[in-house]
């Protein structure tokens, strides 16, 4: 163990090399469209092994990791670093954002938050996180950052509530009501298709219609925003230049990365740990 919790893993070099040459060639992407703006990149991990993390987080410093299940995210953040910052952002269900909350302590962000039950749910874990911190603990434990999750395109596969009254309603509950969420913006999964079909020099409309959102909510909640401003996360491994341009501050970049991935049923991160060690 190299400390409390963490697992001592093999990290194998020539895929470390390949990890970070993709990752570098994602970060000049990003700045070459970002016009001088700090723009978060979330590598997006979902059934890749805790072995591809670490090599990141030591070859190339990156810090944002994203898991689309609770019990992954879970598991792999039992086992490495913990000045890891954990992003959830797939599909969230009620039962599992206590038990998300109430066990990470360098869980960053949720961006799937679609539902005031859901934000209850999860400012109770942090607060009984935070209360159950020993007194001796180096990290300072703030309120939790949130995105709510906007359905931009309206397909009903979609997850996300209906911009307009539902988003005002979810945004007001979680500044008023959740005293250990911290509402840092909005995020969507648009429709792939729109960004496909979005030429060169038109904007993605899932792009226009969250950044309508956003200046909406900043307009209407002004006085529990206190003149915060809302971040953006939208734009993908397919789209996140475009959406950059329009104004993203926060992009999840997966398979570019990463590469393609397995079956969920094939993965194991507790089995894929105990093989890095051998």
Request: glycine letters at 8%.
């Amino acid at each position: 163990m190299s400390a409390e919790g963490e697992v001592d893993m093999k990290v194998d070099p020539s895929r470390a090399k390949a990890l970070s040459s993709a990752i570098s060639s994602v970060t000049q992407r990003i700045e070459a469209v970002a016009g001088g703006r700090n723009v978060r990149l979330v590598a997006v991990s979902k059934l890749k092994p805790a072995s591809d993390i670490l090599a990141l987080y030591q070859e190339s410093k990156q810090l944002h990791f994203g898991e689309n299940y609770a019990q992954e995210l879970m598991e792999k953040a039992a086992v490495l670093p913990r000045d890891i910052r954990w992003h959830f952002i797939g599909g969230l269900q009620s039962n599992k954002c206590k038990p998300l909350t109430s066990t990470i302590p360098n869980l960053f962000l949720v961006s799937s938050v679609d539902s005031q039950k859901k934000a209850t749910q999860l400012d109770k874990g942090r607060a009984e996180l935070s209360s159950s911190q020993p007194s001796t603990s180096s990290l300072t434990l703030g309120a939790l950052n949130i995105h709510i999750q906007i359905n931009t395109s309206g397909e009903e596969s979609k997850s996300g509530v209906t911009p307009g009254p539902e988003a005002t309603s979810l945004a007001r509950h979680i500044l008023t009501s959740c005293p250990h969420l911290n509402l840092l913006g909005l995020m969507t999964i648009g429709a792939i298709a729109r960004s496909k079909a979005a030429k060169e020099g038109e904007e993605n409309e899932d792009f226009i219609t969250l950044r309508g959102e956003r200046d909406r909510l900043e307009g209407e909640l002004g006085d529990e925003l206190m003149g915060r401003r809302l971040e953006l996360s939208m734009g993908m491994s397919d789209d996140f230049e475009g959406a950059i341009g329009m104004g993203s501050d926060e992009v999840r970049v997966g398979s570019t990365i990463f590469g393609e991935r397995p079956a969920k049923e094939d993965f194991k991160v507790k089995r894929q740990v105990e093989a890095g060690k051998e």
